[in-house]
């Protein structure tokens, strides 16, 4: 039976500030550089949800998209979308939201709302040159 | 040797109709709602076929990329492009022509075609926000 | 007060066949070709629909672009989104359905539907290497 | 003596709000939804300046694009890059930052920067579905 | 009778430098910078070819777009594709091939052979980041 | 600890020629094609630099995308971009400059550069429809 891996693709647009509180503002910005703003920035993030498994005979399918997009959407989207990262979203507080945590913590609310379909990957695009992925190592 | 992996994309543009003949009207419209369409619909399609193996001291090429476009038209693009999968292609017969289904068959039709060089995935985009891979797992 | 043109992107997949029913079976063959396949093929439309007007002091919008989606996914998405232009759509009814004139008739819907506010450019992609524009001329 | 359009593409990335304060938050909030959001949300920028005049016979230029860009990138991308449209960036004072507003200043400050060569038409995308254009008029 | 602007793209990779003959090394080298290399740099170019004119009742075509390509590609992608702008390229004999330059070389090849249709637009893409456009003025 | 990889994107534009020279005149003509034209051609270039590791929870960070790349500047831009692989580029001395050469060339300066992060990946696109990986193996 073979196994195949689908993935959706999801776009939000959202603001932050890469910013760890623990540390002096002079530090901040010596890390974080343009990044630290402040006032803020923001982006159109792109993320890629993959799912793996065996192809179903009855439907064809390893997961109906329609059901993996709209647990995304729950998830993630609501949560994220014309959000500040920093402040308006619960999935990260306490966590610097660089793409690297923002990756790993969609990972964490996105595994057990997807089982017990398999997540495979997760690819999160913060600008058209830059992107970070994960597996649930 | 440097084991390296090369990948040709390929376009094509067919209908389909997401229906298992095997189940009524009324469950094939639950299980697949508009992609059930009686009067079909369709996509242009994005194939990547990838091959990996060492590269040749005396070509500086894993394969030579136009042998392997050749191929790709000839098995898949020949029999897809501008065609219906449900009724014209005829490595699909009898399979729900789902993006799952199809990459797995084009897999199938590709591998020998392209060995002894190894196939080692393929990425068939369906839609700008969602693709499928199939590694021959 | 500056004139500015909005554009929105909206995407959508379709069955066609490029076919004249005024002509012989042979005649349409060698006109278009495999566009004349009976069994149909496919494509993922993508069309921009661009309003021209002043800004407004009240709100920085020559139209709110949330109406101008809504209006577009009533009047074009829902109607051509999964159907078969030749079959299902009643605004390409006794109309080949070249991009040419689904453009063409695109624009007759959606023009009554935007006024007062102007249309002023319909474009359609029909793949990645062919789009035709219209601007009501 | 051919006349072409010359256009440099650049990227930013920046917060916003869409919020007019003459008007109260209800209002607001009823007009912008959720591009309101006091918290901010952000995008990242894409913006195509473009001129157009005679090529000379000398450089074979309408304009030589490193001196275009370093005009943008003086003019716009160092104001606006990582930064929020309604606090950081002094050519969007006093100005609701939509898309639309966004590109008619950007075009006040680019204007007269680009003279005598002439600027003809700056595109904004905001997002990967809506953009602006402008040409001054 | 609707009037309708249809597109074509194609695609070419390239050699070239930009380099004036006419002046010193030094000059040239001040002008161009790294666009000067004496060793060649080169693209992958993307053209796009607009015809407009009425849509045909007959075949709800503005132009029959494999005819419309196989033009372009007899008239500039045979003459330029994996070939040198400054040496291989009859069409480029004696100009500086700069992106400016060769869209209305570009344009000089396609108006005649495109004729009686009417050639409207010529859209030349260098890199994902600048373009040039000419229409015949 | 999560295991993250983040990847960053760079442009440049070579000339090369498919060439060689241990081989006939003839024999790199039947094994190349056009891709062995004397009077070279070139690409855009696309390159994607993966570094995997842990996330920093200092910084939430894997590695600084600001050093990466400036890393990969100096060790593959500075050195490729607007230049011909086969003169100019002293990391392809003696090597056919294909791209399976390319990347593993790319990928032998960029590993020690990286130390004692993890670079895990080099994909590099040659045109919009190849592209080749390589992970060090």
């Given at each position: 039976m073979p196994i195949v891996t689908v993935t959706r693709r999801l776009h939000f647009n959202a603001a932050h500030r890469v910013h760890n509180p623990a540390l002096s503002d002079e530090e901040n910005l010596r890390l974080f550089g343009k990044c630290n703003n402040p006032n803020w920035?923001?982006?159109?993030y792109m993320l890629d949800v993959s799912v793996t498994g065996p192809v179903s005979d009855r439907t064809g399918y390893v997961?109906?998209?329609g059901v993996l997009k709209r647990i995304v959407q729950e998830q993630v989207i609501e949560q994220a979308d014309h959000r500040n990262f920093n402040i308006d979203?619960?999935?990260?507080?306490?966590?610097?939201?660089?793409?690297?945590?923002?990756v790993v913590q969609c990972w964490r609310v996105l595994q057990p709302a997807i089982a017990p379909a398999t997540l495979s990957r997760l690819v999160l695009w913060e600008t058209p040159n830059n992107y970070v992925e994960y597996s649930g190592e």
């Open positions: 920035h923001g982006h159109n997961i109906d998209l979203v619960a999935f990260m507080h306490d966590v610097i939201p660089t793409s690297e945590n923002i």
